[in-house]
């Protein structure tokens, strides 16, 4: 067909996780455990619902465009964030955050390079723009070489890098001392830092925007702040960053419902704290007790999330599928050929993963299973 633009012709989609939640009877939600796309796994604040029920049962304002400068929701990421709010800039999610960061610092035919294998849909963005996309992987033990990524920069002169810290699948982490000395040897670099599972790792790099122009930060609150349905992510950046992108920003993108849900979570940060503070508690309890199954191996990393590497590839899809017919539902992961044997685990809360430790064993108490 010749209508699209010529990069989307032949371009991989990015490949989604099953959304059979949405295909069941609202009723029938609650026996389903989602545990596919590092979203919570229980509902935002009791705030947020209190909020977003006034809000729709006020005065009508369905007919209008939302505020385009809520200066509220700013102050309260200033807060959070513990920096300005000249450095910071919300937009309706981290997704559509990278769509503008790729219109406003990446032109065709600029090469961009990705640590990997990493979240696909920001390869797909930058290829949907003419970007060459380039990757410089782990080791297939997801394992980290400084040396090369450094060589792979050097030889590529990507006019973005882009690191998920920590990463999306494999839960790698990099310290701020590395990124800042990246930061100085590639001043004519620009490095995004995807900190989307910051609350769960508690690093980050935010304090380098203050010193550097070649960083930002991007991060949402789909994860720790459970309001993936609303579309919230955020920018950190020197403030001439957010100037520039804010120069062909849509300030109207942004609901007024996701607005005030964001301002209602962010005034209820202890319910987000306790919330992470059981994932991880509930992620320990899981990967111990995934150690008896001495063929599995276990990358717990610093995400919501552990990844599960498998001896076969037949295993791992027939435990994809008994989890299915079980109603839980995981992620396969496809991005290249180091987790092709693997799949990946969002954590939830202690309940909920004790459901999937029974799960997981009574596949493994099948006879064919019974030695292993």
């Not at 545990?35 to 705030?47: G, K, M, Q």
């Not at 995981?330 to 939830?348: A, I, L, M, P």
Request: proline share 4%.
């Amino acid at each position: 067909m010749r209508f699209p633009n010529k990069y989307l012709r032949n371009i991989k989609p990015y490949k989604l996780a099953s959304h059979l939640i949405w295909s069941v009877k609202p009723e029938e939600r609650c026996e389903i455990l989602k545990l596919d796309w590092n979203e919570a796994t229980i509902p935002p604040s009791p705030h947020v619902k209190q909020k977003v029920l006034e809000l729709v049962n006020g005065p009508d304002f369905f007919n209008l465009y939302p505020t385009t400068h809520n200066e509220r929701l700013l102050e309260l990421l200033s807060d959070y964030v513990g920096l300005d709010k000249e450095y910071i800039q919300y937009f309706a999610s981290s997704d559509a955050l990278h769509e503008y960061i790729c219109k406003v610092y990446i032109s065709v035919g600029d090469p961009v390079l990705i640590l990997g294998p990493s979240y696909d849909n920001f390869r797909l963005t930058c290829q949907a723009n003419g970007a060459n996309v380039f990757f410089s992987n782990y080791t297939d033990d997801f394992e980290f070489n400084a040396s090369q990524f450094i060589s792979d920069i050097r030889n590529i002169e990507p006019a973005v890098v882009y690191i998920c810290n920590p990463n999306n699948p494999t839960g790698n982490i990099h310290s701020s001392d590395f990124i800042e000395s990246l930061l100085q040897e590639f001043s004519d670099t620009l490095f995004l830092i995807d900190e989307a599972y910051y609350e769960f790792s508690m690093l980050t790099v935010k304090d380098l925007v203050l010193k550097y122009d070649n960083i930002l930060i991007s991060r949402t609150m789909s994860k720790a702040f459970a309001l993936a349905n609303f579309r919230v992510g955020y920018l950190i950046a020197s403030k001439e960053n957010v100037q520039f992108v804010n120069r062909i920003r849509n300030p109207k993108n942004v609901s007024t419902i996701a607005q005030t849900a964001a301002i209602a979570a962010l005034e209820n940060i202890d319910y987000m704290q306790s919330y992470v503070h059981e994932v991880l508690n509930a992620k320990e309890r899981f990967v111990n007790c995934l150690q008896k199954y001495k063929h599995i191996r276990v990358f717990s990393g610093h995400g919501n999330f552990v990844l599960l590497r498998f001896a076969t590839h037949e295993e791992k899809l027939k435990l994809l599928c008994h989890l299915a017919n079980n109603k839980i539902f995981v992620r396969d992961t496809t991005q290249e050929h180091s987790v092709e044997n693997c799949f990946r685990v969002t954590c939830g809360t202690c309940q909920q993963m004790e459901r999937v430790i029974e799960c997981i064993s009574q596949f493994y108490a099948q006879e064919k299973y019974c030695n292993i």
